[in-house]
C-alpha cells in the first residue's frame, strides 16, 4: 500500500543514510521500522493486561514450598 506522510528533514536524512548503508529501499526501511515498532507496543499491551491480571494475586510461595525449592536447587549443579 502506498500512503504519505510528513517528517522532519532530519529523520528523513539520517533514514536515506540508513538505507544506503544496509542496502534496502526506503520503503523497506520504513516498513521494517513501523513493524518493529509495533511489535514492540504490542509486547507493552500484553504486558499491561498480565500486570493487571496478576497484580492483586499473593506472588509469595508458602514456607514449606520455598523450603522444598531450597534444598532441591542446593543439589542441582550450575
Given at each position: 500500500?502506498?500512503?504519505?506522510?510528513?517528517?522532519?528533514?532530519?529523520?528523513?536524512?539520517?533514514?536515506?543514510?540508513?538505507?544506503?548503508?544496509?542496502?534496502?529501499?526506503?520503503?523497506?526501511?520504513?516498513?521494517?521500522?513501523?513493524?518493529?515498532?509495533?511489535?514492540?507496543?504490542?509486547?507493552?499491551?500484553?504486558?499491561?493486561?498480565?500486570?493487571?491480571?496478576?497484580?492483586?494475586?499473593?506472588?509469595?510461595?508458602?514456607?514449606s514450598l520455598r523450603?522444598?525449592?531450597?534444598?532441591?536447587?542446593?543439589?542441582?549443579t550450575w
Amino acid at each position: 500500500m502506498k500512503i504519505a506522510l510528513s517528517i522532519p528533514d532530519e529523520l528523513f536524512e539520517s533514514g536515506e543514510t540508513l538505507s544506503r548503508r544496509l542496502g534496502v529501499s526506503r520503503s523497506r526501511l520504513y516498513a521494517t521500522a513501523l513493524a518493529e515498532f509495533v511489535a514492540k507496543h504490542r509486547g507493552r499491551k500484553i504486558t499491561e493486561r498480565l500486570n493487571t491480571v496478576y497484580g492483586s494475586e499473593e506472588s509469595r510461595l508458602p514456607r514449606s514450598l520455598r523450603r522444598l525449592q531450597s534444598r532441591s536447587l542446593a543439589r542441582e549443579t550450575w
